[in-house]
């Protein structure tokens, strides 16, 4: 994000259709497919074309920090207090993949205050968007003593917020590379409505507890609180009539395939087939099936509750019959809590025991199952309670882990670092993993297949060959790279010539920790990193086929990706985590024509008690249900996916999941286990036409 940069001002002559009004319609602001003079546009070390049709071409230089454009208000300020976000149209007809970023700007933005920004990553020959929310509030953490969060009740102003009665400019920029970058501008309007947050640090004084005994914000109201036992109870008699009346979309078989579609091969197991030209999976029956599911069904989500005693109005953590619902030592990943086992309670499950009573594991579990028909849901996807999947009567997905491996110790990621696969204890950790699924998921014709773990640091098509070489000398992946170094070159004395490099001996470069001119080593790095994927892929898959011959290897959930990550050659289906408004243009990178499938994706909004969005805000349930509705029906229309699953079945806790503060509203269901009525129609919606022609 640029700071306190000086960039010139836009000539009141650019282009400008309609001024916006206060009604809440979509407006747009710039319109640079027709008649634009590039030459009144202020810029930034960019050059600028105008090509008539296409849009505004920016071609930045290298001396900037930020380059790029300027566009002011050309009556001075556009006044756009009706509209929730501000969205740029633009594609990159570069060869290189790029992060355009758009800010908009109130008098005295300086890059943090009196301003908001917003930003998307753009491969080559792709077109995209940039939504900036037109943010009126800022975190409120009163002054420390919120905590622990990713989103937290509001205030007014402060950094991240802007009041959009005074937008003066927007700014479309790069950050500088070492290389210039190409981006076109096709069109930038103001859309959608505000709909202001639930929750702000002034709804009440004194704020403290700000959560009730269901683990609820206290301090206002909204469609669908829980306010007593009563009602949690009454809202499972009234869901239970409405599923009674109408179980689930009709056409479908017991799996929720196809039934009234065409008839395949049955072969009693889950598998996939092109069929008139897309990819589908096919049922144990032989029907088409596209796997409309849902994440972490009925699974434990706890919130640290050390240092937070004056949070809880009423905790229920010291009512004896919720007791069991503490939780000792809970590992924290990330934030407040990081490297610590912290004490935490799962309001989830003291929820569900309150409302379905002593049998509650039992009871809740098997409506899991009726819910889901229900909704229009055919599997129980990643980091469900096997309790409910295993009682089988909705296909589920199972997943290995390679958490006990060896690390890549140059290696780094969100997440934590790549295993190092050349180590033996890397196939040893898979087989342990597989081991705990015999009996279980293996062999098991409800289970459509396995994903092995979750969106790992794949990083660029050098970035693991890299990690080797920087890691220790005993690394196994180091050593097996010299090994192939050596075969390849010879002698030391012609690697040196080839990297540019001056190790005395093949000694050296093993206790050498840093990494080399890659321009001169790209072809060893890129070979020696397609040898990692490949080794990744082709050992998991192996395992999987010993014990589980029949079921699906699913891939490893893609998050960072790269060309070189050969997961089309070994993966039955490739799995993406794609948190993005639309899928329906994906084009997949693998160079294969493969099944693809959706692990993750999700869109929250503020207006139901809680703090955070989620990786995709919408500005309401209504945007929520309709976002949803489009995202799944562009997935089941496009040639390759075969599923998309929802990330996740209940909202996550609004005080923050223990591992790494995430507290977004993405759930099917509230922390109350009461539905989100307009995301189980959208659901609903969605189904009636997943089969349709």
């Avoid at 566009?71 to 509209?83: C, R």
């Avoid at 009740?153 to 070492?178: D, H, N, W, Y």
């Avoid at 709804?203 to 005994?213: E, M, R, S, V, W």
Wanted: net charge neutral; charged share 25%.
């Amino acid at each position: 994000m640029p700071m306190n940069t000086r960039l010139l001002a836009a000539a009141a002559a650019l282009l400008l259709a309609t001024a916006p009004d206060s009604r809440g319609a979509d407006q747009v602001l710039f319109d640079f497919t027709g008649p634009t003079d590039a030459a009144a546009i202020s810029k930034t070390d960019v050059t600028l074309e105008a090509i008539p049709g296409q849009g505004l071409r920016v071609e930045t230089r290298t001396n900037s920090p930020w380059p790029g454009i300027t566009l002011k208000a050309p009556q001075g300020v556009w006044d756009l207090t009706a509209n929730g976000q501000v969205v740029v149209e633009l594609s990159n007809p570069g060869t290189n993949k790029i992060t355009v970023s758009c800010r908009v700007d109130n008098p005295g933005a300086d890059g943090t205050r009196n301003c908001v920004t917003g930003n998307t990553e753009l491969a080559p020959g792709k077109t995209g968007r940039i939504q900036v929310k037109l943010n009126r509030t800022s975190p409120g953490k009163l002054d420390g003593k919120l905590f622990g969060m990713r989103g937290y009740p509001v205030m007014k102003g402060g950094p991240g917020s802007l009041r959009p009665a005074e937008i003066s400019q927007l700014l479309v920029f790069v950050s500088r590379s070492g290389q210039p970058v190409r981006f076109e501008v096709r069109r930038i309007t103001a859309q959608g409505s505000h709909t202001p947050p639930t929750a702000s640090v002034e709804d009440a004084q004194p704020f403290f507890p700000f959560i009730d005994t269901f683990g609820q914000y206290k301090h206002r109201d909204w469609p669908g609180k829980t306010h007593s036992v009563v009602e949690l109870q009454s809202g499972l008699t009234r869901e239970r009539a409405l599923i009674q009346q109408d179980p689930g979309p009709a056409g479908w078989d017991k799996y929720g395939g196809w039934a009234d579609g065409p008839k395949l091969p049955a072969t009693g197991f889950f598998r996939t087939e092109k069929h008139q030209g897309k990819w589908w999976l096919v049922d144990p029956e032989g029907r088409l099936f596209f796997s409309h599911g849902v994440d972490c069904v009925r699974m434990r989500d706890v919130t640290p509750i050390e240092e937070r005693e004056a949070w809880f109005d009423q905790f229920p953590g010291n009512d004896p019959a919720l007791g069991e619902f503490l939780v000792g030592g809970a590992f924290a990943l990330k934030g407040h809590y990081a490297g610590r086992t912290v004490k935490c309670f799962s309001f989830g499950e003291a929820n569900l025991k309150r409302k379905y009573g002593a049998g509650w594991r039992t009871d809740s579990a098997a409506f899991v199952h009726d819910r889901l028909r229900h909704w229009g849901l055919n599997t129980i996807a990643n980091w469900s309670d096997e309790a409910v999947r295993l009682l089988r009567r909705t296909p589920y997905t199972d997943s290995l882990g390679t958490g006990g491996a060896k690390k890549l110790e140059g290696s780094e990621g969100y997440w934590g670092k790549f295993p190092d696969v050349f180590d033996p204890g890397f196939e040893a950790a898979v087989r342990k993993s597989m081991a705990g699924r015999k009996e279980k998921s293996a062999n098991d014709p409800w289970c459509i297949g396995y994903f092995s773990d979750n969106e790992m640091a794949w990083g660029d098509d050098l970035s693991l060959a890299l990690a080797a070489l920087l890691s220790p000398p005993e690394q196994a992946a180091k050593q097996a790279f010299l090994a192939v170094l050596r075969e390849r070159h010879g002698t030391i004395e012609k690697l040196n010539a080839a990297w540019g490099t001056r190790h005395a001996d093949w000694e050296a470069l093993a206790q050498h920790r840093q990494a080399p001119d890659k321009a001169r080593a790209r072809g060893d790095l890129a070979d020696f990193y397609t040898r990692t994927a490949e080794r990744y892929f082709q050992t998991v898959r192996n395992i999987i086929r010993e014990s589980a011959p029949k079921q699906l290897y699913l891939g490893c959930r893609f998050a960072w990706v790269n060309d070189r990550a050969a997961a089309a050659k070994y993966c039955d289906v490739v799995s993406y985590n794609l948190y993005r408004r639309s899928v329906a243009d994906f084009e997949f990178n693998g160079g294969r024509d493969v099944p693809l499938i959706i692990g993750e994706f999700h869109f929250g909004a503020l207006d139901r008690g809680m703090f955070h969005t989620g990786l995709v805000p919408v500005s309401n349930q209504r945007e929520r249900a309709e976002t949803y509705r489009d995202y799944v029906l562009g997935a089941a229309r496009h040639p390759q996916f075969v599923g998309c699953h929802w990330f996740q079945f209940r909202d996550e806790p609004v005080t923050g999941r223990v591992y790494d503060e995430e507290n977004y509203q993405i759930g099917f269901l509230d922390v109350c286990d009461t539905p989100y009525p307009e995301l189980v129609e959208a659901s609903r919606a969605a189904a009636r036409k997943l089969y349709q022609p």
